[in-house]
């Protein structure tokens, strides 16, 4: 059964080659077993290829768009997910792409397995492609269960169902659910591992969709973010700092192009073409800019209506920043009390992001704030800085989730502060074939 599906993931892979081979760094292989390093290098080129674009869909559920209703195509794609309507959506929804996080899994649990028995490579080039599995199979499970468990700071995960921890290449097991603090733990012990294997400090561009050895504290910075373990946090966001500081200048570069100088990880193209078409700048969101914030004219396109430069095509691919950096650090410190240190970290970014004299106005205001004040500072910051990049739906989930009212066509839709559907369901397509995922 193991080598069955092994070559089902492989005559994939032979398409994804050929229409790539500008793009990698590696041959087709053919439908063999893989046994050789190059061969798992082809597996794994798979498996970062495959990893979904759900942050984006889930951007719709947010407060940053609103819907293009003048292509009615998209109406019917992304409606029930910009509404919040799971349980009667139309059979054109769009929908979330549990089996490819799994697929991704597959592949990233085979190589973790085949650690030992790799042939024909070097003990360096074995040892980072394993340490890349494992980033893989942390990274997919930290979506899953911030895309369909509910948010780690909002219940006890002791006991909170989420989704299946997998964490081996048996195909033929029903998986059920796992509960949320198991989700994490194996999260965390998987970057450790991962931290042990990887030796790439930086990749060349057109290859930076891999993970390198900054990656590990990166995502550190964000896992223990939405734990609510600001220590952890602030210190492993210090870590990518020191390293890897700077930040781009936006009058030349978007920070979340894939050659971006702010960009660790390209991996994810958050807002594909199709969101990015389907999708216009919600006006609460285009209000948080003001006239000296370089933003505003960089971020957006303002003509008739107001639509997004940061996506739409390849060049957006960008899973993590300096820029998200500095504004965990931020948080996480004042979350530490040390509301100094908060508003140093949330200044160095602002001062890349307005014009001289607005920043001069900025900075005395933020040395200015309460605490209160700060924090919402620190927070409208991160929905300016980080719009459309797939993270405002899960900041709004992990911290006040807010009460959003939509209106479309004269409809109001409401979430309430605190919502049910604040989680996405898991795909009825999943629990069709899985029953147990219902429970």
């Given at each position: 059964?193991?080598k069955?599906?092994?070559y089902?993931?492989?005559a994939?892979?032979?398409?994804?080659?050929?229409a790539?081979d500008?793009?990698?760094?590696i041959?087709?292989?053919?439908?063999v077993?893989?046994?050789?390093?190059?061969?798992?290098r082809a597996?794994?080129?798979e498996a970062?290829?495959?990893?979904?674009?759900?942050r984006?869909l889930?951007?719709?559920?947010?407060?940053?768009m609103?819907?293009d209703?003048t292509?009615?195509?998209?109406?019917?794609?992304y409606k029930?997910?910009w509404?919040w309507?799971?349980?009667?959506?139309?059979?054109n929804?769009?929908?979330?792409?549990?089996?490819?996080f799994?697929h991704v899994?597959?592949?990233?649990?085979?190589v973790i397995?085949?650690?030992?028995t790799?042939?024909?490579?070097t003990?360096q080039?074995i040892s980072?492609?394993?340490g890349e599995?494992?980033m893989?199979?942390?990274y997919?499970?930290?979506i899953l269960?911030?895309?369909?468990?509910?948010a780690?700071?909002?219940?006890?995960p002791a006991v909170t169902?989420?989704?299946?921890?997998k964490?081996d290449s048996?195909?033929?097991?029903?998986?059920?659910?796992?509960?949320?603090?198991?989700i994490?733990?194996?999260?965390l012990?998987?970057?450790?591992?991962?931290?042990?294997?990887?030796n790439?400090?930086?990749?060349?561009?057109g290859?930076n969709?891999?993970f390198n050895?900054?990656s590990?504290?990166?995502?550190r910075?964000?896992?223990?973010?939405?734990?609510?373990?600001?220590a952890e946090?602030l210190?492993?966001?210090r870590?990518?700092?020191?390293v890897?500081?700077e930040?781009?200048?936006v009058?030349?570069?978007?920070?979340?192009a894939y050659n971006?100088?702010?960009n660790?990880?390209?991996?994810?193209k958050?807002?594909?073409n199709n969101?990015e078409?389907?999708?216009l700048?919600?006006?609460d969101?285009y209000?948080l800019?003001?006239?000296?914030?370089r933003?505003r004219?960089?971020?957006y396109k303002?003509?008739?209506?107001?639509t997004i430069?940061?996506g739409?095509s390849?060049e957006f691919?960008?899973s993590?920043r300096?820029?998200?950096?500095?504004?965990n650090a931020?948080?996480?410190a004042w979350?530490?009390?040390?509301?100094?240190?908060?508003?140093d970290?949330l200044l160095?970014?602002?001062k890349?992001r307005?014009?001289?004299s607005g920043?001069?106005?900025?900075?005395?205001?933020?040395?200015?704030?309460?605490p209160?004040?700060?924090?919402?500072?620190?927070?409208?910051?991160r929905?300016?800085e980080?719009?459309?990049?797939g993270?405002?739906?899960?900041d709004?989930?992990r911290t006040?989730?807010?009460?959003?009212e939509?209106?479309?066509?004269?409809?109001t839709?409401?979430?309430?502060?605190g919502?049910?559907r604040?989680?996405i369901?898991?795909p009825?397509?999943a629990?069709?074939a899985?029953?147990?995922?219902a429970?």
């Amino acid at each position: 059964m193991k080598k069955t599906l092994l070559y089902m993931l492989l005559a994939p892979l032979m398409l994804v080659l050929s229409a790539c081979d500008d793009y990698l760094d590696i041959q087709p292989v053919g439908k063999v077993i893989p046994t050789t390093a190059t061969e798992f290098r082809a597996l794994m080129t798979e498996a970062y290829v495959t990893v979904p674009d759900d942050r984006g869909l889930a951007s719709f559920r947010g407060d940053e768009m609103k819907l293009d209703v003048t292509n009615p195509m998209d109406i019917e794609s992304y409606k029930d997910i910009w509404i919040w309507n799971d349980n009667a959506a139309s059979e054109n929804t769009s929908t979330f792409s549990w089996r490819n996080f799994y697929h991704v899994l597959f592949i990233a649990n085979y190589v973790i397995e085949s650690e030992s028995t790799m042939t024909d490579g070097t003990p360096q080039e074995i040892s980072q492609m394993v340490g890349e599995a494992y980033m893989l199979r942390a990274y997919m499970h930290f979506i899953l269960a911030n895309l369909h468990a509910p948010a780690y700071t909002k219940c006890d995960p002791a006991v909170t169902k989420a989704v299946p921890l997998k964490v081996d290449s048996d195909v033929e097991a029903t998986l059920s659910r796992s509960m949320l603090s198991d989700i994490y733990a194996q999260i965390l012990a998987d970057l450790d591992a991962a931290q042990q294997r990887l030796n790439v400090d930086t990749w060349d561009l057109g290859y930076n969709y891999r993970f390198n050895t900054l990656s590990v504290d990166a995502l550190r910075s964000r896992v223990y973010l939405y734990m609510g373990e600001w220590a952890e946090s602030l210190a492993a966001s210090r870590r990518v700092l020191a390293v890897k500081s700077e930040l781009a200048d936006v009058s030349v570069i978007l920070p979340n192009a894939y050659n971006s100088p702010e960009n660790i990880v390209a991996l994810e193209k958050v807002m594909t073409n199709n969101y990015e078409k389907a999708s216009l700048v919600s006006d609460d969101l285009y209000g948080l800019y003001t006239r000296t914030d370089r933003r505003r004219s960089t971020y957006y396109k303002n003509d008739a209506v107001i639509t997004i430069r940061k996506g739409g095509s390849n060049e957006f691919s960008c899973s993590m920043r300096t820029g998200e950096m500095y504004l965990n650090a931020a948080e996480a410190a004042w979350n530490q009390n040390e509301y100094d240190t908060a508003a140093d970290y949330l200044l160095t970014l602002q001062k890349a992001r307005f014009t001289a004299s607005g920043y001069t106005s900025k900075e005395t205001a933020v040395r200015a704030m309460t605490p209160d004040e700060l924090i919402e500072e620190i927070y409208v910051e991160r929905a300016r800085e980080l719009a459309f990049e797939g993270h405002r739906w899960f900041d709004l989930r992990r911290t006040t989730q807010p009460r959003i009212e939509k209106t479309f066509r004269g409809e109001t839709f409401v979430l309430e502060q605190g919502d049910s559907r604040y989680t996405i369901p898991i795909p009825a397509a999943a629990i069709e074939a899985n029953p147990s995922l219902a429970n």
